[in-house]
């Protein structure tokens, strides 16, 4: 072979520097695309999470709805490849700015115009058809830049897609929402994204767009730019109108967790009082000016016995700790809460510390902020007392917390004559999920009894006392019983009677981690309300 006849040959193998680079700059454009459009995805379910509490139901939402929409995306981009380079910087200008600003927009509808499932729909489906469309756009730009066959091609753009994709879902619980919040986060996201889409095209493909094309994306990119920077410079302005308008009480805290949205208000009570309330994601979780009736009801009825060490799963803002601790014979209480946040909200804001008590700086108190669920699996110690004060099984994230596994784990940290107690909602609101916790309890041979107490924030809220072998279960209030304002002896032997409409429901299916029956009949019920 001669050399005339070698050169040919070494031509189409070996790629100039310039087409090295250019092809370099697509697949990094891939890569911060990909990660962009997963933080997009993520960030709407984190939201719906946030927002309505159901996780799972969320997820499948968006998920299957952008997925759908990638597809229609996909093929709507086939007509657009001749003009590949300046549709590509089109569409991601758009989607730079309704993905930046969709977490915001989603918590507008949420929080002022109760539109949110059409608005995250909606939301949904216009990402997808975005992101669907960049693929295609980018597969003809890399293939004018190298003559490469298809399987080549196809191999390098879903290489670096994907390993976007693992970035941008690692990046996004980590780095975005610790750092910037969820609002901030998706603005800096849309940021990034405009500008690996349009610095790809105004460098490597700059030929391909003509002078008023360029001048036009150079406009758009502008305006898109200056949106995103004002809403960023805003974000913490808008959420705390945002947040305001969900409650009807002024504002005095609110911090975002790992975990969830933690919020305080106050305000003052038509009789005078001062009214604080705490709410998680949302859920009112106690009201200053009635929380003593049902903290009263959870606690004592199952302090008659033998108390010297006292489990409480939940109740991290210490208000059933402070009932445990009014017992000079508690000689030890563990408390596990699984959100730092909160615990350290009761131990250290005065309007919770003072409803508390101070009952956190006790030295007979040992706080444990984890999952309960995993902490019982790893206890060894065994308790007098245990008391289940937890957020209602509304959600797949508190499901897990009414299984039979669960109370499993409960009966397993109790001694030989404990007695333990759960809230279990409300027999009126959601007779179902109430009735399905005993059936849950007795599916495991615990001896339970119901009773519930009327609490005006919440409205009737029940409870269900419980204790293993044939001890009786019947809620009794100690003898020596601290002074209380809303429960004695009449009262409580009253509270285990059910009006007819609200009678004990048979045939109940028990609820367990794999089949979380109880979450069915909490949604199904509190939708009516």
């Given at each position: 072979?001669t050399?005339?006849?070698?050169a040919?040959?070494?031509?189409e ?8 680079t250019?092809?370099f700059?697509?697949l990094?454009?891939v ?12 960030a709407?379910?984190?939201?719906g ?8 139901g969320q997820?499948?939402?968006?998920l299957s709805l952008?997925?759908?929409a990638?597809g229609?995306?996909?093929l709507?981009a ?9 549709a590509?910087?089109?569409?991601e ?8 600003l969709?977490?915001l927009a989603l ?9 949110y499932?059409p608005a995250?729909?909606?939301t949904a ?12 756009l ?5 293939q004018r830049?190298?003559?490469q ?5 196809v191999?390098d ?10 970035v941008?879902?690692?990046a ?11 609002v ?9 994204n405009a ?7 105004l460098t ?20 898109v ?7 960023y410079?805003?974000?913490?302005d ?24 933690v ?6 009570s038509?009789?005078g ?5 705490m709410?998680?994601n949302g859920d009112?979780?106690?009201s200053s000016v ?10 004592h009825?199952a302090m008659?016995g033998?108390r ?9 803002d210490g208000l ?9 014979d508690?000689?030890e209480?563990t408390?596990v ?7 350290e ?5 005065p309007?919770?510390?003072?409803l508390?008590?101070?009952a ?6 040992r ?9 019982l699996?790893?206890?060894r110690?065994?308790y007098?007392?245990?008391?289940v ?20 784990l ?6 030989d004559h404990?007695?333990?107690?759960v809230?279990?909602g409300?027999p009126?609101?959601?007779?179902k ?18 009773y519930?107490?009327?609490v ?9 006392l419980f ?5 009786p279960?019947e809620?009794r209030l ?9 429960l ?17 429901l048979?045939?109940l ?13 909490a949604?199904?019920e509190w939708?009516?309300y």
């Amino acid at each position: 072979m001669t050399t005339t006849e070698a050169a040919p040959a070494q031509d189409e193998t070996t790629e100039a520097p310039r087409g090295r680079t250019a092809r370099f700059a697509v697949l990094v454009a891939v890569f911060v695309c990909a990660a962009c459009g997963l933080v997009y995805e993520l960030a709407l379910v984190a939201l719906g999470s946030y927002l309505i509490g159901d996780t799972i139901g969320q997820a499948s939402i968006v998920l299957s709805l952008m997925v759908f929409a990638m597809g229609i995306g996909a093929l709507a981009a086939k007509p657009l490849q001749p003009w590949a380079a300046a549709a590509f910087a089109s569409i991601e200008l758009l989607l730079a700015l309704l993905g930046g600003l969709s977490v915001l927009a989603l918590y507008a509808a949420f929080a002022w115009l109760s539109l949110y499932l059409p608005a995250l729909i909606a939301t949904a489906l216009v990402l997808g058809l975005l992101i669907g469309a960049e693929i295609p756009l980018l597969m003809v730009l890399l293939q004018r830049i190298r003559r490469q066959d298809a399987g080549s091609a196809v191999a390098d753009l879903f290489a670096a897609d994907y390993v976007g994709g693992l970035v941008g879902g690692l990046a996004f619980p980590f780095l975005l929402l610790p750092l910037f919040g969820q609002v901030q986060g998706a603005l800096l996201v849309g940021m990034l994204n405009a500008a690996a889409g349009l610095g790809l095209v105004l460098t490597v493909f700059r030929r391909e767009l003509s002078k008023r094309a360029r001048l036009l994306l150079i406009g758009a990119s502008t305006l898109v730019g200056g949106l995103l920077l004002g809403a960023y410079a805003y974000a913490d302005d808008f959420e705390v109108t945002a947040r305001q308008a969900l409650y009807a009480h002024p504002v005095v805290h609110a911090e975002r967790s790992p975990y969830q949205d933690v919020v305080l208000t106050e305000s003052v009570s038509l009789s005078g009082a001062k009214d604080t309330r705490m709410y998680l994601n949302g859920d009112l979780q106690f009201s200053s000016v009635d929380e003593y009736r049902y903290h009263e009801a959870l606690v004592h009825p199952a302090m008659n016995g033998p108390r010297g060490r006292v489990l409480v799963l939940g109740g991290g803002d210490g208000l059933a700790l402070r009932e445990v601790l009014r017992y000079p014979d508690v000689r030890e209480v563990t408390l596990v809460d699984l959100d730092p946040a909160v615990l350290e909200l009761a131990r250290a804001d005065p309007r919770v510390s003072s409803l508390n008590r101070n009952a956190f700086d006790d030295p007979r108190v040992r706080a444990v902020a984890g999952d309960a669920f995993s902490w019982l699996r790893e206890n060894r110690e065994r308790y007098d007392v245990v008391l289940v004060d937890m957020p209602d099984a509304d959600s797949t994230a508190t499901a897990k917390l009414y299984s039979a596994e669960f109370y499993g784990l409960v009966a397993q940290a109790m001694s030989d004559h404990a007695r333990a107690v759960v809230q279990a909602g409300s027999p009126y609101f959601a007779p179902k999920a109430f009735w399905c916790v005993e059936a849950t309890l007795r599916s495991l041979g615990l001896r339970t009894t119901p009773y519930e107490v009327s609490v005006p924030a919440f409205g009737e809220w029940g409870f269900h006392l419980f204790t293993q072998g044939e001890e009786p279960s019947e809620p009794r209030l100690p003898q020596d019983v601290p002074p209380l304002r809303s429960l004695d002896a009449e009262t409580l032997r009253a509270a285990q009677t059910f009006p007819p409409d609200r009678a004990r429901l048979p045939d109940l299916t028990p609820s367990t981690l794999m089949h979380p029956t109880i979450l069915d009949y909490a949604q199904g019920e509190w939708a009516n309300y």
